[in-house]
């Protein structure tokens, strides 16, 4: 089972025990608090994510592709995937981290993030890659540190979402054990039957009589006009 589809079934699974849990188990499943390690160990991933697209964000500034001595197709490119980088760092992550700050131990909202670092790694990647070849040494130093750094976050927070898949996988088996727990203690439905009360009257139906034959009028008429039998 891949990583997408192990946080899927976790969420949905901790979502619909959850919910089951509260309609049929006591009111006494209230999510538990974050723990103070948990946040400080989210606070400090943050921070050095932020301190690293921040660094980042200086160095593809300061980039002087258009001096690069190679073609115009590698040029734009390498300006595309500079400015793409960018309008991540400074428009789509800070929103990312700001709703995990608002779910610290939220599987989804870490995925995301993870996702995001995956996918900017991949073009950061390229890019260094083009700035070793066509740039100066200071491009490719300080775009090659900043590679590293992106690489550190994505680290850290595989590392964090694998606790925090650990962490559901426990909660999911303690909601199951307690539902059935649940299950067990409500006592089986009785049917009461009041004998004293009278049955209802059986409805009687009448049968119609049915009516009799009426005589052929032409077997009359042939009886009254047949001549006597000769003797």
Request: hydrophobic fraction near 35%; aromatic fraction near 4%.
């Amino acid at each position: 089972m891949n990583a997408i589809t192990k946080i899927a079934v976790l969420c949905c699974s901790a979502m619909l025990l959850a919910g089951t849990g509260m309609a049929q188990a006591p009111a006494n499943n209230a999510s538990a608090p974050v723990s103070y390690s948990s946040i400080s160990e989210l606070n400090q991933l943050i921070g050095n994510l932020q301190q690293a697209s921040q660094d980042a964000q200086a160095d593809l500034s300061h980039l002087r592709i258009e001096k690069w001595k190679t073609d115009g197709n590698t040029k734009r490119q390498t300006e595309n995937d500079a400015q793409s980088v960018l309008r991540n760092l400074q428009n789509a992550l800070p929103g990312m981290l700001a709703d995990l700050k608002n779910a610290p131990e939220s599987l989804p909202a870490t995925f995301k993030v993870y996702r995001n670092l995956d996918a900017l790694y991949d073009v950061l990647n390229s890019l260094a890659e083009s700035t070793g070849a066509f740039g100066s040494k200071e491009e490719f130093q300080s775009v090659n540190k900043d590679l590293g750094g992106i690489e550190q976050s994505r680290r850290a927070f595989a590392e964090r979402m694998d606790k925090l898949s650990n962490a559901k996988e426990n909660e999911i088996g303690q909601l199951r054990t307690e539902l059935q727990t649940a299950r067990a203690a409500i006592p089986p439905k009785k049917t009461v039957v009041d004998d004293t009360e009278p049955a209802p009257p059986k409805k009687t139906t009448k049968k119609k009589p049915v009516p009799k034959p009426k005589p052929s009028t032409s077997q009359g008429t042939q009886s009254q006009t047949s001549p006597p039998a000769q003797q």
